[in-house]
């Protein structure tokens, strides 16, 4: 009896992580709408210079309400090429350095879980490497409404909203043409604010799960399943799986809400600024956005 008992026990828990790896596995992709979504070369242009009216003419859109999407959605797809090229806010122009990288990008839930899926082909490069153990890393961040920047006069903006993730690029931070300090990271300078930042290391094949408050940190979240990736001819894919709900300084997703979504890509070892981002975007949980994760 004690022996049954055992196998009992043994077959009871298999089947229990069974049930718990089934409710962790990623959709089918092939079911999954994808949508195309460019991330592009931004040089150096913090929120700083976001906000300045008299450099960025976008300035005045921002300071009504309106969202970057509202000027430049149209124009993204060559939206990099002057600053990967030196003609426009870049002082250090990387050779061979892509203006910018088509993503298809899919996402769903099963009520657990959100599954994130970026998808794109190998651009050329070539250039010196600055991470050298990785030859790509992709982020993104989620924030909900209401963190704040200030434009030269003082008006306030809600840049989570408008802007994805500019709020947290400062012209003070490091490998920025106007750094003071090497170890200065991302930020957000709106007290108790933050982003929740998710990273996946090629090196590795694995993520990180972190924020960006008053200095960003790559690890300490809660919601974080996994992360994987891989390279097939060229063509890249990562997936990340992520509980709708975590811990501190995890953004609480629920159906039929609405949160704040941008990415980036670190391509051909790149590090710091010198990645690819998107603009900001809508992330909808059973709700129509900009990139919706319908449950599966």
């Given at each position: 009896m004690h022996k049954q008992s055992i196998a009992f026990s043994m077959l009871a828990l298999v089947a229990a992580l069974g049930a718990g790896s089934a409710l962790a596995a990623a959709p089918d992709w092939g079911k999954v709408p994808a949508k195309k979504m460019h991330v592009?070369?931004?040089?150096?242009?913090?929120?700083?210079?976001?906000?300045?009216?008299?450099?960025?003419?976008?300035?005045?859109?921002?300071?009504?309400?309106?969202?970057?999407?509202?000027?430049?959605?149209?124009?993204?797809?060559?939206?990099?090429?002057?600053?990967?090229?030196?003609?426009?806010?870049?002082?250090?122009?990387?050779?061979?350095?892509?203006?910018?990288?088509?993503?298809?990008?899919?996402?769903?839930?099963?009520?657990?879980?959100?599954?994130?899926?970026?998808?794109?082909?190998?651009p050329a490069g070539g250039a010196a490497k600055m991470d050298a153990d990785n030859q790509v890393k992709v982020a993104f961040m989620l924030a909900n409404d209401g963190i704040m920047a200030k434009d030269a006069k003082g008006k306030e903006v809600d840049m989570s909203k408008?802007?994805?993730?500019?709020?947290?690029?400062?012209?003070?931070?490091?490998?920025?043409?106007?750094?003071?300090?090497?170890?200065?990271?991302?930020?957000?300078?709106?007290a108790g604010k933050f982003y929740d930042l998710l990273q996946w290391q090629s090196k590795a094949n694995k993520g990180t799960d972190g924020q960006v408050s008053d200095k960003r940190t790559m690890e300490?979240?809660?919601?974080?399943?996994?992360?994987?990736?891989?390279?097939?001819?060229?063509?890249?894919?990562?997936?990340?799986?992520?509980?709708?709900?975590?811990?501190?300084?995890?953004?609480?997703?629920?159906?039929?809400k609405l949160y704040n979504f941008g990415f980036a890509i670190h391509d051909d070892h790149t590090a710091g600024r010198f990645h690819h981002v998107s603009l900001g975007y809508t992330l909808g949980i059973d709700t129509k956005g900009d990139l919706t994760a319908a449950k599966q």
């Open positions: 592009f070369y931004p040089g150096a242009s913090p929120v700083e210079w976001i906000m300045n009216g008299v450099e960025h003419s976008g300035a005045k859109g921002l300071r009504k309400g309106e969202a970057c999407t509202a000027c430049h959605e149209e124009e993204i797809a060559t939206f990099g090429q002057k600053m990967s090229s030196g003609e426009k806010i870049e002082p250090k122009p990387i050779k061979g350095k892509a203006p910018g990288i088509p993503v298809n990008v899919q996402a769903a839930n099963d009520g657990t879980n959100l599954y994130l899926r970026f998808s794109w082909k190998q408008a802007g994805g993730c500019w709020a947290t690029c400062h012209e003070d931070s490091r490998t920025m043409p106007n750094a003071k300090d090497d170890k200065k990271t991302k930020y957000v300078a709106d300490g979240g809660k919601a974080l399943v996994e992360a994987k990736g891989e390279n097939k001819g060229g063509e890249w894919s990562v997936v990340f799986t992520r509980k709708l709900t975590g811990g501190d300084g995890d953004i609480a997703l629920a159906s039929g």
